[in-house]
């Protein structure tokens, strides 16, 4: 009995995914650091979206084993602008904002099949803060960046995605950051600027693809078993 109860717990061991494994599924990344696809807007006079942040996020993609990203359209917005802060010494103007929303749109394509399948992922963010720097050089431009840097989120997966990549769609943490060398219209209500960001989280396998692979995992070695009776 205790051979046939280290024989089940040996099994266990070896079908759950290795540290290697899980890291390969465990990471989605989606961005760009190339200015060009990607604009900030910072709106206080009520007309549109506090700020909004798109970024087409194909260039530095990065998806499970098996999958290539097609799209990816990252928004980050919030709909209330909160207080302006203007640092005269410093040239800078600091902009806070109620919390937000980030939503990436993917599209994903087998490497294997012909199977395709698109969904977004969908977080709630916390309230922050973008920081302009004001300071114009000799020939006109911004000698420092304007960034939002490493906010923190949790959000889910559409079920159309977490499905196809056999992850969990819930609970899903990640940070993002964004950057723009240049901002125009000092201490303006209305602002715009090309920008930058990734956008990164981490997935889980299912729970019920880890069983299934621990369930194989017992059944081989309980066949190898057999076989030497």
């Known amino acids: 009995m205790r051979r046939f109860i280290f024989t089940l717990a040996a099994a266990a061991a070896l079908a759950l995914p290795s540290t290697a494994a899980a890291d390969a599924i465990s990471h989605l990344r989606f961005g760009q650091q190339s200015y060009g696809a990607g604009a900030v807007t910072i709106d206080t006079l009520g007309a549109g979206p506090a700020f909004l942040f798109e970024l087409d996020g194909v260039l530095e993609a990065e998806a499970p084993p098996g999958w290539t990203v097609t799209a990816a359209y990252i928004t980050l917005t919030s ?33 294997t099949s012909a199977n395709v399948v698109s969904g977004s992922f969908h977080a709630a963010l916390p309230a922050f803060s973008f920081s302009v720097y004001d300071e114009k050089n000799a020939s006109g431009g911004c000698p420092c960046s304007n960034m939002l840097e490493f906010l923190n989120f949790a959000g889910v997966l559409d079920q159309s995605l977490a499905g196809a990549l056999g992850v969990s769609p819930d609970t899903i943490n990640g940070s993002l950051w964004l950057m723009s060398e240049q901002i125009d219209t000092p201490y303006g209500d209305f602002r715009m600027g090309p920008a930058i960001g990734l956008a990164d989280f981490s997935v889980v396998p299912e729970p019920s693809s880890v069983l299934l692979l621990t369930a194989s995992g017992i059944g081989l070695l309980l066949r190898r078993r057999q076989r030497r009776r």
């Open 79 to 111: 709909p209330a602008f909160v207080n302006m802060d203007i640092d005269v010494v410093a040239d800078v103007t600091t902009y806070d904002f109620a919390p937000g929303s980030l939503t990436v749109d993917l599209t994903l394509e087998s490497n």
